[in-house]
């Protein structure tokens, strides 16, 4: 049973107390057992039966869980480096869509790259991601778009779950845009997910969430519902991208459905964040994309006023977020969406455990809760997320092992 000591502080990040409580601890140390943890206190109180047990020491840095990436589209071919500089010039992302570009363009890729490849390709990111302080992702399909390439990309998560550390949720979204093969069949594609996809992918337990992107480029409001629904009768947890570029109606869905989350909402009207307050959804802050799209951001104050908890995730993509640094996406929650440094910290741990459905184990350093946690050379959260460096954390420890460079 292993006790880190000399920590300067410990932000345990509990639930309790709104988007800004995080519960610090001063001076604290932290217990645990194989994979969980024991005891978290101040050391000067560390009970007599761990006083004998091996020490580490955390070297005066601070502690916080281990950081949860609540969206991203891991595995993908290919980059999109050219639409980056036609959007630098002027061109939007619709626009680039319908130009043929965007996310049919990383489908062409995807569905050329072998399985094989997608996997040695994810396995890079996360190793760099864990670095980052990232000790779970959610990981979304989406750039297969037909019954093997779907499962293609589930099936690499699979992999990565079962030969490396950080934890893996995979979602199935299936649902991201109608392929061209099915321009002129849109009801067949719908039946494809809903017939085929949904009941395998919940069979062989390859998703444990179902998303769709609601837009005009992609679906309805009415053909998200029947998708979620679906998902849901097979036990898949309804996500939703949701009002990125106007008001879609996406909120009150995600709010109908009893979704985990809602993310994107840079264009949610009142009367959907009032739903989802009602609803208990999770707001999904997506800061990376909106400053790669130029884009108006989410004003999270609202949804922090309307009593709606917000998460801060990556969105980490090969178009509209083409970043998977988390502490980036926290530092941009600030500047641009509103949240103080503990809010965007709440957000992007124990709220983004939420917004995955894995709050009861993930998210917050507590007794019985998993040993994920990182060290981050800073004196507070204030100061840890204003400096803005590469890499302020000296050290990832998943399920109680610490991760070696
Ligand atoms: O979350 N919105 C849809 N999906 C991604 C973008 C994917 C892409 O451009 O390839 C997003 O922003
Ligand atoms: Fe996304």
């Given at each position: 049973m292993p006790v880190l000591t000399n920590?300067?502080?410990?932000?345990?990040?509990?639930?309790?107390?709104?988007?800004?409580?995080?519960h610090p601890i001063e001076r604290a140390a932290l217990v645990w057992e194989g994979d969980t943890i024991r005891w978290v206190g101040p050391e000067a109180e560390l009970p007599a039966r761990f006083r004998e047990m091996p020490r580490l020491d955390a070297g005066g840095c601070l502690v916080a869980p281990g950081l949860v990436d609540c969206h991203t589209h891991l595995a993908f071919g290919g980059w999109r480096a050219d639409e980056f500089r036609l959007r630098c010039r002027g061109v939007s992302y619709l626009e680039i869509a319908r130009q043929g570009g965007g996310i049919r363009r990383t489908v062409a890729q995807t569905r050329a790259a072998s399985e094989d490849a997608l996997y040695h390709r994810c396995l890079g990111f996360l190793r760099e991601m864990a670095r980052l302080g990232i000790t779970t992702v959610e990981t979304k399909s989406g750039y297969g778009l037909s019954f093997e390439e779907e499962l293609k990309l589930l099936r690499v998560y699979r992999r990565l779950q079962a030969t490396q550390p950080v934890r893996l949720i995979p979602t199935l979204l299936a649902a991201h845009i109608v392929p061209p093969e099915y321009a002129d069949r849109r009801e067949a594609y719908l039946q494809l997910i809903t017939d085929e996809l949904i009941p395998h992918v919940a069979r062989e337990r390859l998703a444990e969430c179902c998303d769709v992107f609601v837009e005009e480029t992609a679906f309805t409001v009415e053909e998200a519902r029947r998708i979620l629904e679906r998902g849901k009768a097979f036990g898949l947890r309804p996500k939703l991208h949701a009002d990125q570029l106007h008001d879609g109606g996406g909120a009150r869905l995600a709010a109908e459905v009893g979704a985990v989350s809602a993310d994107?909402?840079?264009?949610?009207?009142d009367e959907g964040i009032q739903a989802m307050a009602r609803a208990g959804v999770v707001a999904v802050a997506l800061p990376i994309a909106t400053l790669y799209l130029r884009q108006r951001p989410m004003d999270a104050r609202r949804f922090v006023e309307a009593g709606v908890p917000v998460a801060v995730a990556t969105d980490f993509n090969p178009g509209s977020a083409p970043s998977y640094h988390l502490p980036l996406a926290m530092t941009l929650a600030c500047v641009?969406?509103?949240?103080?440094p503990a809010e965007a910290l709440k957000g992007a741990t124990c709220y983004a455990a939420r917004a995955i459905g894995r709050d009861r184990e993930l998210g917050s350093l507590e007794?019985?809760?998993?040993?994920d946690f990182i060290l981050i050379d800073a004196e507070d959260v204030d100061h840890w997320l204003y400096h803005f460096r590469p890499n302020a954390v000296q050290a990832t420890f998943i399920g109680g092992k610490r991760l070696e460079d």
């Open positions: 920590i300067r502080q410990l932000l345990t990040c509990r639930a309790e107390g709104g988007q800004e409580a995080l994107h909402l840079e264009y949610a009207s641009l969406c509103g949240l103080t007794p019985g809760k998993k040993a």
